[in-house]
């Protein structure tokens, strides 16, 4: 139900929902939208002006990586790809939310990772931070939404740096750096603020980046092209990239060495489930049928086990998820079709040379700290 009503209000928004009732719909939307754009025109007014302190936390350098749409960018892979970055060299903590997750609703932040990979179950802690965990095990991730408090536990920890996970509208948390990832899909989302569009942020607010990540880019002439819109509102430099499959996996841990002309039934609880769908296309998977959840959430196990015996009636071989929904699956019992997920990393595919200079900056920046 909440992934249908989500879809329905994103066709409206966008313009897919013809006739009177989706007109006199967006009016509305537009309408409801008008406060929230000027309290974050007013709350960005009064942060830019110094009128409200903010907290530094006692560490050498802090990075916020955000957007300024809802909804899936890309900010977590992007998260990772920059971790990775001071992975070797540096104690790296990770701080974040843990959306709709049990741990976000805690007064207190918890410590899913102190060094050696999860310690919560994703169900608990949030399908990203887990991801995380799972993918740096040596550095800390911190859950829930107290950054203040969240940032004290990683500088108690000795972190030489901090990556703020969706960090951008907490303001009161102090950055060295401020990286904004974009979806170039839909640059500006739709133009509009919530609840008339998907912006949380006016796009004068790209004038506080340090470096942009246009995410999901095709090819050098539409980056060069929205490069250019970008570069009317900032003059941080700009780099694209690409989510690729390194590889699709079973559960079990072994490579699916194929997958053209497989057919699948494919479910997932992410952002863009379009992405997803388009991807399993490209690999070659011939897709019998989906389930998609709202995004951060999953199928409950008697939806999961419907779905299996719906889709091997269909002559699917098996079920194909997500990397972030296959650390949500908990129970495998009695399935009617093995579970496999695709891997997948974020690419580097263009500013090569801005993306080695701002992270050699960072890199110079913390040693002459530490």
């Given at each position: ?289 989906s389930a998609y959840a709202a995004d951060h959430m999953c199928l409950d196990p008697k939806a999961l086990a419907a779905f299996a015996e719906s889709c091997k009636a269909k002559g699917a071989e098996m079920l194909l998820c997500t990397e972030k929904d296959k650390v949500k699956i908990l129970d495998l019992q009695g399935l009617a ?34």
């Open positions: 139900m909440q992934r249908r009503l989500e879809k329905y209000f994103l066709d409206v928004i966008t313009g897919r929902q013809k006739g009177v009732f989706a007109i006199l719909l967006r009016f509305l939307l537009w309408l409801l939208s008008w406060p929230y754009r000027l309290y974050t025109i007013c709350r960005n007014f009064i942060f830019d002006q110094g009128w409200v302190s903010r907290y530094f936390p006692p560490v050498p350098v802090v990075i916020s990586i955000g957007n300024i749409v809802v909804g899936g960018t890309g900010k977590t892979p992007v998260t990772l790809m920059i971790a990775q970055e001071f992975y070797q060299e540096f104690l790296v903590a990770v701080l974040s939310r843990g959306y709709r997750s049990q741990a976000e609703k805690l007064p207190i932040p918890i410590v899913l990772c102190k060094g050696e990979g999860p310690m919560q179950s994703a169900s608990f802690c949030g399908d990203e931070p887990y991801l995380i965990a799972q993918n740096i095990p040596k550095a800390f991730v911190i859950v829930g939404k107290n950054r203040h408090k969240a940032s004290d536990i990683a500088a108690r920890a000795g972190a030489d740096v901090i990556l703020l996970d969706d960090g951008m509208q907490h303001r009161r948390l102090a950055r060295d750096y401020e990286v904004i990832v974009m979806d170039t899909t839909d640059l500006f989302g739709q133009g509009h603020f919530l609840s008339r569009g998907l912006l949380r942020e006016g796009v004068q607010s790209l004038s506080r980046a340090d470096l942009i990540i246009l995410n999901h880019v095709t090819d050098t002439k539409s980056f060069d092209a929205m490069k250019k819109e970008v570069a009317r509102h900032s003059t941080a430099p700009v780099v694209g990239t690409k989510m690729e499959v390194v590889q699709a996996e079973t559960f079990g841990g072994e490579a699916v060495t194929d997958m053209k002309g497989k057919k699948v039934g494919i479910f997932c609880g992410i952002a863009h489930p379009e992405y997803f769908q388009n991807t399993v296309l490209q690999e070659g998977g011939i897709i019998v049928d079709l093995p579970l496999a997920y695709l891997k997948m990393r974020l690419k580097l595919l263009e500013g090569q040379n801005e993306w080695t200079t701002f992270m050699d900056g960072i890199k110079t920046d913390l040693r002459n700290r530490v």
